[in-house]
T-cell receptor, first 117, second 112 residues
Framework: EAGVAQSPRYKIIEKRQSVAFWCNPISGHATLYWYQQILGQGPKLLIQFQNNGVVDDSQLPKDRFSAERLKGVDSTLKIQPAKLEDSAVYLC???????????????FGPGTRLTVT | KQEVTQIPAALSVPEGENLVLNCSFTDSAIYNLQWFRQDPGKGLTSLLLIQSSQREQTSGRLNASLDKSSGRSTLYIAASQPGDSATYLCAVLIRGAQKLVFGQGTRLTINP
């Protein structure tokens, strides 16, 4: 079974530029999550999708961050314009349908390391 | 608001020792608790998942316990090896929201 795929693995941009990250979840996983992990901290949930609908985006800085999950499979996370404090690892995770009574175990991708200079 | 705390923030021990990592959480309304391992520059690898109705889970040299009433979990690593060096994160899944809340992690170094 293929795992969660993310690209790119690394990205360096200047502040005020824009950047986009891509995630492909495990096949059949309806729920997709984007996390931000700042150096030395635990991951923080940015947005959660159930199929192509948003379940929770309460911690997403909506003035600069946006995310979409067209067709309920792949997802993209965009930052525009980037700030220095956006430097972090962006992790994507997926889990089985939340209504099917599973352990809700989340499987994580390798992450994208973003450096904003 | 659920808060997860991990103590210590960093730990360095000689190879072969048994060790315990601690995790505490403020709200007992959880669905499960997971322990993850994170190597430098890598994503998260799930080590153990304990459902809220369970008391412990074991995998090889790892044993995780859960005391939901006191808001605590421990990860026990037996006979530590240099390859165990990594950051260990615990996270609780909030009941109803299916949202993971993470601790800040314990950076473990096993010295040969």
């Amino acid at each position: 079974e293929a795992g969660v795929a993310q690209s790119p693995r690394y990205k360096i941009i200047e502040k005020r530029q824009s950047v986009a990250f891509w995630c492909n979840p495990i096949s059949g996983h309806a729920t997709l999550y984007w996390y931000q992990q700042i150096l030395g901290q635990g991951p923080k949930l940015l947005i959660q999708f159930q199929n192509n609908g948003v379940v929770d985006d309460s911690q997403l800085p909506k003035d600069r961050f946006s995310a979409e999950r067209l067709k309920g499979v792949d997802s993209t996370l965009k930052i525009q314009p980037a700030k220095l404090e956006d430097s972090a690892v962006y992790l994507c995770a997926s889990s089985l349908d939340r209504w099917r009574g599973s352990s809700y175990e989340q499987y994580f991708g390798p992450g994208t390391r973003l450096t904003v200079t | 608001k659920q808060e997860v705390t991990q103590i210590p923030a960093a730990l360095s021990v000689p190879e072969g020792e048994n060790l315990v990592l601690n995790c505490s959480f403020t709200d007992s309304a959880i669905y499960n608790l997971q322990w993850f391992r994170q190597d430098p520059g890598k994503g998260l690898t799930s080590l153990l998942l304990i459902q809220s109705s369970q008391r412990e889970q074991t995998s090889g040299r790892l044993n995780a316990s859960l005391d939901k009433s006191s808001g605590r979990s421990t990860l026990y690593i037996a006979a530590s090896q240099p390859g165990d060096s990594a950051t260990y994160l615990c996270a609780v899944l909030i009941r109803g929201a299916q949202k993971l809340v993470f601790g800040q992690g314990t950076r473990l170094t096993i010295n040969p």
